[in-house]
Every structure is written in structure tokens, then in C-alpha cells.
T-cell receptor, first 113, second 111 residues
């Protein structure tokens, strides 16, 4: 059973609006990553936070931003939404030491109309 | 830039018919190769981590193997509940936990 919880599960926004997606990780998971998964594609790395600092970014514009909080929760913010931002957004967290891969949440399905 | 290619894109098998999924990769310094299972509309579920060529991992009807250029996910006597998309991902030496994923293999097991 996953220890990563995302909210909301579904969201519909209008082009040009802003959106905030939330993720709650397991206690002790210092690293959180966000991914975008378009329909029929594999997840694409957006960015990662380690101890509240950004620690790596994929090929996404600055209108994608994030925050990580001391209580192991995090946010993904997207400004000026575009139709192509419609996707499943996944949060993944990693414990300090583990042979398992990053653990993913169930995702937030964002639809931009 | 790290790259992952999975084949086939889709695979339909009869229940009990064994097969293999392929994951070819290029990476600058492999820290780990990961297999995940993803059901429609859900997040990926972790299956295996492989670290070095020659390594093998098993879980129920699944067995993952790794060479220097590719990984295979072998499915033995599959059941309908094994139907899902199987994703392969690599983690390179970026100094972070970034995963580079393939597009997945959509597996359907027919009763």
C-alpha cells in the first residue's frame, strides 16, 4: 500500500488559470519528485526537492514551480495553464536509504479546457 | 541524455502463455534500473530494482534480468490480473533521484 497521497484526484481548469497540486509523503522521505504523464506516454521528470531545496529540474518552463515543507508535504504549482498541460501529475518520494525505487502516489488528473 | 526504449508497445497473451518484455537503455553511469506496473488511471507500483549486469530479481510470476544494454521482464504462466502497463526506468549519475522512463508495454492477458 502506497504511503504517498495526492490531492485532488481530478481537476478541471481553464486555459490561462493557475493550479496547485498537493502531495503528502511518508515521514522520513526527504526527497520528493514530480512527474507529468501524458496519455500513452511514460512519466516525464519535472523537478525534485531534497530537504526543501530544488535539486534537479527537467525540461519544463519556469511556470512549473514547487515547494517542499518540513512536514514531508509538497506542492506543484503551474501558472498560465495551456491545453498541453492536461496530463496525470505524479508525486514520488524516496526514503534516505532503500533498495526500492521511488514510491508513487495515485496521481492527479488535470484537464485544461 | 538518458534514453529508454521499451518493446513491444502492446502484447496480448492467452492465460498461461509465457513471454518477455524488453527494455533497452542508454545512460551515463547506471545507478539503477527500475520496473514498475501501472494500472489505468493509477500511479506506478514498484516491482524491482536492478543495479548491475547479471543481476536477477523474482516476484511471483515475474522475473527481471539486466545486461549492460537492456533488461527483460519475463512473465511466466500469466493470469488476467497481470494485465497492466509495465514501465521501465533508469536512474543515472545526476546527483538526484531523477528517473527516465520508457513509454511502457501494455500487457493484456486473455482468459
Amino acid at each position: 500500500e502506497t504511503g504517498v497521497t495526492q490531492s485532488p484526484t481530478h481537476l478541471i481548469k481553464t486555459r490561462g488559470q493557475q493550479v496547485t497540486l498537493r502531495c503528502s509523503s511518508q515521514s522520513g522521505h526527504n526527497t520528493v519528485s514530480w512527474y507529468q504523464q501524458a496519455l500513452g506516454q511514460g512519466p516525464q521528470f519535472i523537478f525534485q526537492y531534497y530537504r526543501e531545496e530544488e535539486n534537479g529540474r527537467g525540461n519544463f518552463p519556469p511556470r512549473f514551480s514547487g515547494l517542499q515543507f518540513p512536514n514531508y508535504s509538497s506542492e506543484l504549482n503551474v501558472n498560465a495553464l495551456e491545453l498541453d498541460d492536461s496530463a496525470l501529475y505524479l508525486c514520488a518520494s524516496s526514503p534516505p536509504t532503500s533498495s526500492a525505487g521511488p514510491l508513487f502516489g495515485q496521481g492527479t488528473r488535470l484537464t485544461v479546457v | 541524455e538518458d534514453q529508454v526504449t521499451q518493446s513491444p508497445e502492446a502484447l496480448r497473451l492467452q492465460e498461461g502463455e509465457s513471454s518477455s518484455l524488453n527494455c533497452s537503455y542508454t545512460v551515463s553511469g547506471l545507478r539503477g534500473l527500475f520496473w514498475y506496473r501501472q494500472d489505468p488511471g493509477k500511479g506506478p507500483e514498484f516491482l524491482f530494482t536492478l543495479y548491475s549486469a547479471g543481476e536477477e530479481k523474482e516476484k511471483e510470476r515475474l522475473k527481471a534480468t539486466l545486461t549492460k544494454k537492456e533488461s527483460f521482464l519475463h512473465i511466466t504462466a500469466p493470469k488476467p490480473e497481470d494485465s497492466a502497463t509495465y514501465l521501465c526506468a533508469v536512474q543515472g549519475n545526476f546527483g538526484n533521484e531523477k528517473l527516465t522512463f520508457g513509454t511502457g508495454t501494455r500487457l493484456t492477458i486473455i482468459p
